[in-house]
């Protein structure tokens, strides 16, 4: 569980956040004058990039277009009110067929191939749990050491400014009710492929994810504690973030989330600007 604050933010940002163009509920503009009214100082959109495989969930080719002309536009609309950033959230499986200029990358997973179909991790328990039994012998370690080793080559191997959702494996593991998070083999699995990631791109930043705790009522945030105090020990940085699906979410929990980076030694959190990524001390 994580400490209940009542104040402590001076500073709001958010660079994972969806509208209608994906599977968000509001309209950019919707965002826009949502955070502005919170006192946003700025505001990233990362849709879902266009998949290589049909699904209900990402931009089309054409609504990414749409995507980028609006949000560019709004970008300069707001531009006296809030800093707008017209990012995208890439997945392995993402297939763009222009070239375009996002303000930054946020670098996610949210499958797993198997040997005869493509699985979601983050839609069901069930359709994860139907993953680990048909291709992993219901061994979700196993499952666990491939997503992450998966999720792990495509930011290194990527341009990405972001790790989104590091362990979203866990989304429907409360109280490891799937797994134990625990287990030895789980944590070994998770830190070494954070090491790898750290070793290749020392100062990336990884996001910490209030997403599920507000769709789902998790306690905490995206990675767990251990991931995350690995990710401050070995110097790389963090931003907090509510994979926001609707104005609702926009900063929900932000100040806990903040305090759970604090308890895991952070001295500092980054905050998306024009001049790139800046510091503030918590
Ligand atoms: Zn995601
Ligand atoms: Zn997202």
Same mark, same amino acid.
Not at 24 to 40: H, L, S
Not at 129 to 157: I, R, S
Not at 202 to 216: H, S
Not at 234 to 256: I, K, N, Q
């Given at each position: *569980?994580?400490?209940?604050?009542?104040?402590?933010?001076?500073?709001?940002?958010?660079?994972?956040?969806?509208?209608?163009?994906?599977?968000?509920?509001?309209?950019?503009?919707? *965002?826009?004058?949502?955070?502005?009214?919170?006192?946003?100082?700025?505001?990233?959109?990362?849709?879902?990039?266009?998949?290589?495989?049909?699904?209900?969930?990402?931009?089309?080719? /054409?609504?990414?277009?749409?995507?980028?002309?609006?949000?560019?536009?709004?970008?300069?609309?707001?531009?006296?009110?809030?800093?707008?950033?017209?990012?995208?959230?890439?997945?392995?499986?993402?297939?763009?067929?222009?070239?375009?200029?996002?303000?930054?990358?946020?670098?996610?997973?949210?499958?797993?191939?198997?040997?005869?179909?493509?699985?979601?991790?983050?839609?069901?328990?069930?359709?994860?749990? /139907?993953?680990?039994?048909?291709?992993? !012998?219901?061994?979700?370690? $196993? *499952?666990?050491?491939?997503?992450?080793?998966?999720?792990?080559?495509?930011?290194? !191997?990527? $341009?990405?400014?972001?790790?989104?959702?590091?362990?979203?494996?866990?989304?429907?593991?409360? +109280?490891?009710?799937?797994?134990?998070?625990?287990?030895?083999?789980?944590? $070994?699995?998770?830190?070494?492929?954070?090491?790898?990631?750290? !070793?290749?791109?020392?100062? #990336?930043?990884? /996001?910490?994810?209030?997403?599920? *705790?507000?769709?789902?009522?998790?306690?905490?945030?995206?990675?767990?504690?251990?991931?995350?105090?690995?990710?401050?020990?070995?110097?790389?940085?963090?931003?907090?973030?509510? !994979?926001?699906?609707?104005?609702?979410?926009?900063?929900?929990?932000?100040?806990?989330?903040?305090?759970?980076?604090?308890?895991?030694?952070?001295? +500092?959190?980054?905050?998306?600007?024009? +001049?790139?990524?800046?510091?503030? $001390? #918590?």
């Amino acid at each position: *569980m994580i400490e209940k604050v009542d104040n402590m933010t001076n500073f709001k940002s958010n660079c994972h956040t969806h509208t209608v163009y994906c599977d968000g509920k509001n309209t950019a503009r919707e *965002m826009i004058d949502c955070a502005v009214k919170k006192g946003f100082s700025a505001i990233g959109f990362s849709g879902h990039a266009p998949m290589n495989f049909s699904n209900t969930w990402a931009m089309t080719q /054409e609504n990414l277009d749409k995507y980028f002309f609006e949000i560019n536009s709004l970008k300069k609309e707001y531009a006296d009110k809030i800093d707008v950033f017209c990012g995208i959230e890439l997945d392995a499986d993402y297939e763009i067929n222009k070239e375009y200029s996002f303000d930054y990358i946020l670098s996610s997973v949210h499958q797993i191939h198997g040997k005869k179909r493509i699985y979601s991790i983050d839609y069901t328990a069930e359709e994860l749990t /139907e993953c680990v039994n048909a291709e992993y !012998d219901g061994d979700w370690y $196993k *499952m666990a050491e491939e997503y992450f080793k998966n999720l792990a080559a495509f930011v290194v !191997d990527n $341009k990405t400014d972001v790790v989104g959702h590091f362990d979203l494996i866990t989304k429907f593991n409360r +109280s490891g009710c799937l797994f134990d998070e625990n287990n030895p083999e789980y944590q $070994k699995s998770a830190l070494r492929w954070v090491d790898y990631i750290i !070793d290749n791109k020392p100062y #990336i930043i990884f /996001e910490v994810n209030t997403g599920a *705790m507000f769709r789902c009522g998790n306690e905490t945030p995206y990675p767990a504690s251990f991931i995350l105090k690995r990710i401050c020990e070995r110097g790389a940085r963090v931003t907090v973030t509510s !994979d926001a699906h609707c104005t609702e979410a926009l900063d929900y929990m932000f100040d806990e989330a903040k305090l759970y980076c604090k308890n895991c030694g952070f001295k +500092s959190i980054w905050h998306l600007t024009k +001049s790139g990524f800046i510091e503030e $001390k #918590i």
